[in-house]
């Protein structure tokens, strides 16, 4: 015997419930549920931004909110028109919970707790009279006159309308796929580098900002990079790896990057400083401290890579040392052979076709009563709040669309 509901959305993440709930409040009368394939709801909300849910980022004009989207740039100005960060933040304030911005423009709840989130979904779900079903595998999909058919590995179920929200799942996927809609090949979006190399080796936990380019691309970033155990990580490396993602699958993770350690100064103005330095500072040893604002154990190991000696002083510094260590300084080479998956992220670079996507309702172009939410589409954003901000305004615009 089937259960029937007017809506179901499989996925019970962030995309799945935010979706339930605003149809359920939206329309008091429907009957809806969550599908979730595992035996709790909510896993990746609760382990997200280092357990603290980074819901969203404090970026308020659509516009330059969409510029943080390697994959639906142009498809999000739209949505984010209609339900933005601005409006995330009023949105939970009405559920009972605050949210505060960091100095980054990334946004947590107040108490800097996931949990907080969590508990304000299922709070919502149950005052709405959501059924959260558990331990429930879609097995099959499939279009009837009027109705969708989902059968689980336990149940039946019947919708009237049916959302999907299930995220980056290839089984899914392919189940999509046999209704007809095209899945573009995922491959990993957000990940680090793993680099083996002598000017970094003792380094792990130093961070500085950087601008990291790959050697033969166009690929670019700036931002702060993080010196870890396997490599590098942080900001810039994260914010390549998504805008590279495609990119750098090609390349089997195996390539080289320039650094910047500067910044923005290039190797002239580089050279220009170090010869101030050789002038200003000639009595003292070059290797004991960075002349400027820099991380004091990563100048010495750059100073060494130039071919300095430990003891060499300023004044004695040669020429062609001089030009080395500017090099090391702004345009340093490093193999990347491989990648790590970012701890607080899985984000993939894949997923529906986003030409078959209608993104002023989220429906399948295909099916007029089937829609989508949060990644199961080819959306992804970098490292910040931005791929719950999708999340977000995905399951808005669903809502709204089913509720009229």
């Known amino acids: 015997m089937s259960q029937h509901y007017d809506v179901i959305c499989v996925g019970g993440g962030a995309a799945g419930f935010f979706t339930a709930i605003n149809i359920a409040e939206k329309n008091p009368k429907f009957k809806v549920a969550i599908l979730e394939r595992g035996k709790e709801v909510l896993t990746k909300v609760r382990i997200s931004g280092g357990g603290r849910c980074n819901v969203t980022h404090a970026c308020f004009e659509p516009n330059e909110l969409v510029k ?27 559920h009972g919970v605050e949210l505060k911005i960091e100095e980054d423009g990334r946004m947590f709840p107040v108490s800097n707790s996931s949990q907080t989130i969590i508990d304000c979904f299922m709070d919502a779900a149950s005052k709405a009279g ?11 999909l499939f279009k009837a006159d009027y109705f969708w058919k989902i059968d689980t590995q336990h149940d039946k179920f019947t919708a009237t309308k049916l959302v999907l929200s299930t ?17 573009i090949e995922p491959v ?24 990291v380019k790959v050697k033969n691309t166009k690929l670019e970033a700036t931002g702060p990079l993080l010196v870890t155990h396997w490599g590098m990580s942080g900001p810039a490396i994260l914010k390549l790896s998504a805008w590279g993602a495609r990119i750098l699958a090609e390349k089997k993770y195996q390539f080289a990057i320039s650094v910047n350690w500067l910044n923005d100064m290039d190797l002239a103005e580089a050279e220009n400083l170090l010869k101030k330095y ?11 401290r960075a002349p400027f604002d820099f991380p004091n154990r990563l100048w010495e190991n750059l100073v060494l890579a130039a071919g300095i000696l430990v003891e060499t002083k300023w004044a ?15 345009e340093g080479t490093y193999q990347v052979s491989g990648k790590s998956t970012f701890k607080d992220e899985f984000v993939t670079a894949g997923g529906i076709d986003l030409k078959e996507v209608n993104f002023k309702t989220m429906q399948s172009k295909l099916h007029d009563t089937l829609y989508f939410a949060g990644e199961v589409v080819n959306v992804d954003a970098i490292t910040g709040g931005f791929n719950f ?16």
């Not at 995220?167 to 899945?183: F, Q, R, T, V, Y």
């Not at 004695?316 to 702004?330: I, P, V, Y």
């Open 316 to 330: 004695d510094l040669s020429k062609m040392q001089m030009k080395n260590l500017a090099e090391q300084l702004t």
């Open 389 to 404: 901000q999708n999340a977000w305004t995905s399951g808005f615009i669903v809502a709204n669309s089913i509720a009229i």
């Open 278 to 288: 050789k002038q200003e500072e000639a009595k003292k040893q070059i290797s004991k």
């Open 130 to 140: 959501i059924k959260t079903l558990t331990s429930q595998s879609v097995q099959s």
């Open 167 to 183: 995220g980056s799942n290839p089984k899914m996927w392919e189940m999509i796929a046999g209704l007809g809609h095209c899945i």
């Open 68 to 94: 943080f989207y390697p994959r639906g740039e142009k498809e999000l100005k739209g949505p984010f028109n209609q339900f933005c960060s601005g409006d995330t933040i009023e949105w939970f304030e009405k």
């Open 188 to 211: 990993p979006s957000l990940f680090t580098f793993n680099i083996t190399d002598k000017r970094i080796k003792e380094l792990p936990g130093v961070s500085t900002w950087a601008t």
